[in-house]
Protein backbone atom coordinates (compact mmCIF):
# COMPACT_ATOMS: atom_id res chain seq x y z
CA UNK A 1 0.00 0.00 0.00
CA UNK A 2 1.40 3.66 -1.17
CA UNK A 3 2.25 5.33 2.38
CA UNK A 4 1.38 8.77 0.62
CA UNK A 5 -0.52 10.29 -2.50
CA UNK A 6 -0.83 13.44 -3.77
CA UNK A 7 -3.38 15.08 -5.80
CA UNK A 8 -4.32 18.73 -7.21
CA UNK A 9 -1.73 19.72 -9.13
CA UNK A 10 -2.22 21.02 -12.65
CA UNK A 11 -1.75 23.49 -15.20
CA UNK A 12 -2.34 27.20 -13.51
CA UNK A 13 -1.86 30.87 -15.05
CA UNK A 14 0.41 33.01 -12.86
CA UNK A 15 -1.38 34.80 -10.26
CA UNK A 16 -3.79 31.78 -10.17
CA UNK A 17 -4.40 29.21 -7.00
CA UNK A 18 -4.17 25.41 -6.39
CA UNK A 19 -4.94 23.38 -3.47
CA UNK A 20 -2.53 20.81 -3.23
CA UNK A 21 -3.49 17.14 -1.17
CA UNK A 22 -1.89 14.49 0.41
CA UNK A 23 -3.75 11.19 1.70
CA UNK A 24 -1.64 9.21 4.35
CA UNK A 25 -2.68 5.31 4.63
CA UNK A 26 -2.76 3.42 7.83
CA UNK A 27 0.84 2.64 7.33
CA UNK A 28 1.32 5.59 9.22
CA UNK A 29 -0.54 4.25 12.62
CA UNK A 30 -1.04 4.63 14.83
CA UNK A 31 -0.48 8.28 15.55
CA UNK A 32 -0.84 10.13 12.22
CA UNK A 33 -0.56 13.33 14.43
CA UNK A 34 2.86 12.19 15.43
CA UNK A 35 4.45 12.52 11.99
CA UNK A 36 6.26 15.80 10.82
CA UNK A 37 4.41 16.37 7.62
CA UNK A 38 6.32 18.63 4.50
CA UNK A 39 5.67 19.77 1.06
CA UNK A 40 8.76 19.94 -1.22
CA UNK A 41 9.25 20.28 -4.68
CA UNK A 42 11.68 20.29 -6.90
CA UNK A 43 11.81 21.36 -10.61
CA UNK A 44 13.63 20.21 -13.56
CA UNK A 45 17.35 20.38 -13.24
CA UNK A 46 17.56 21.36 -9.71
CA UNK A 47 17.50 19.52 -6.62
CA UNK A 48 14.24 19.07 -4.51
CA UNK A 49 13.35 21.59 -2.00
CA UNK A 50 11.71 22.07 1.21
CA UNK A 51 8.75 24.06 0.59
CA UNK A 52 6.94 23.74 4.06
CA UNK A 53 6.53 21.69 7.56
CA UNK A 54 3.85 21.68 9.97
CA UNK A 55 4.81 19.27 12.86
CA UNK A 56 3.20 19.40 16.11
CA UNK A 57 -0.57 19.16 17.03
CA UNK A 58 -1.22 23.14 17.21
CA UNK A 59 -0.43 23.46 13.56
CA UNK A 60 2.80 25.60 13.61
CA UNK A 61 4.58 25.72 10.55
CA UNK A 62 7.66 26.77 8.41
CA UNK A 63 7.82 28.12 5.23
CA UNK A 64 10.53 28.28 2.39
CA UNK A 65 10.89 32.32 1.90
CA UNK A 66 10.20 31.92 -1.48
CA UNK A 67 6.79 30.89 -0.63
CA UNK A 68 6.04 33.00 2.54
CA UNK A 69 2.65 34.58 2.44
CA UNK A 70 1.50 32.83 -0.88
CA UNK A 71 1.41 29.28 0.58
CA UNK A 72 -0.16 27.88 3.34
CA UNK A 73 0.30 24.17 4.82
CA UNK A 74 -2.37 22.42 6.94
CA UNK A 75 -3.43 19.23 8.22
CA UNK A 76 -6.47 17.25 8.92
CA UNK A 77 -4.89 14.38 11.69
CA UNK A 78 -8.76 13.22 12.18
CA UNK A 79 -8.88 11.86 8.29
CA UNK A 80 -4.96 11.36 8.03
CA UNK A 81 -4.92 14.69 5.14
CA UNK A 82 -2.07 16.97 4.37
CA UNK A 83 -2.81 20.45 1.93
CA UNK A 84 -1.02 23.10 0.46
CA UNK A 85 -2.65 25.89 -0.42
CA UNK A 86 -0.72 27.96 -2.80
CA UNK A 87 -2.17 31.29 -3.89
CA UNK A 88 -0.48 33.93 -6.27
CA UNK A 89 1.47 31.22 -7.94
CA UNK A 90 4.70 32.21 -10.13
CA UNK A 91 5.86 30.47 -13.04
CA UNK A 92 9.11 29.99 -11.21
CA UNK A 93 7.03 27.48 -8.46
CA UNK A 94 6.36 25.34 -11.32
CA UNK A 95 7.77 21.77 -10.26
CA UNK A 96 6.99 17.88 -8.87
CA UNK A 97 4.90 18.59 -5.50
CA UNK A 98 5.99 15.82 -3.05
CA UNK A 99 4.54 14.64 -0.17
CA UNK A 100 6.79 13.65 3.25
CA UNK A 101 6.05 12.14 6.39
CA UNK A 102 8.44 11.77 9.01
CA UNK A 103 7.94 9.42 12.12
CA UNK A 104 11.67 8.97 13.08
CA UNK A 105 11.03 11.36 16.47
CA UNK A 106 8.09 8.45 17.66
CA UNK A 107 9.00 5.82 15.57
CA UNK A 108 12.18 5.34 14.28
CA UNK A 109 14.27 5.75 11.15
CA UNK A 110 12.17 3.53 8.75
CA UNK A 111 9.20 5.45 9.25
CA UNK A 112 9.63 8.21 6.73
CA UNK A 113 7.73 7.97 3.67
CA UNK A 114 7.38 9.80 0.17
CA UNK A 115 4.68 10.50 -2.31
CA UNK A 116 4.88 9.91 -5.68
CA UNK A 117 4.68 13.79 -6.80
CA UNK A 118 2.16 15.84 -8.39
CA UNK A 119 2.92 18.29 -11.22
CA UNK A 120 2.43 22.01 -10.98
CA UNK A 121 2.75 23.97 -14.02
CA UNK A 122 2.71 27.90 -13.95
CA UNK A 123 2.69 29.25 -17.07
CA UNK A 124 0.18 31.88 -19.48
Known amino acids: QVPLVESGGGLVQPGGSLRLSCAASVRLAPDFSRYAMSWYRQAPGKERELVAVIITQDGKATYADSVKGRFSISRDNVNHMLYLQMNSLKPEDTAAYFC??????????????WGQGTQVTVSS
Open 100 to 113: HADGSAWYGPATKY
